[in-house]
């Protein structure tokens, strides 16, 4: 910028001319870094939303592998207060374990 400005400064004829390049110079800048900056928040944000399902599928699978379990229990005629003991499930939970 400083040497623009200096080569201005010494043309004054074709200041007008050579400021509106540096101008075009540093809307070019700027448009890049808009461009460069959205295009990395959409990589960062695809990157996080895969994290997030990621990490929500595998709760759902250690969910679903817990409830069989306890379902196999109670089938194999292990009673409601041990299967609650042993579990988090809540009473309304064991119920709800049959209604699939």
Known sequence: MEFITEIAKQSEKHEGAIMTIAQQ???IGIKKGIQQG???GKAEGRQEGKIEGIQEGMQK???QASMKIERQMLESGMDRQS???FTVLTDAEISNL???
Do not use: R, S
């Open 38 to 40: 959205m295009q990395q």
């Open 61 to 63: 699978g250690e969910k």
């Open 98 to 100: 049959f209604k699939d």
């Open 83 to 85: 299967v609650m003991k």
């Open 25 to 27: 110079i540093e809307e």
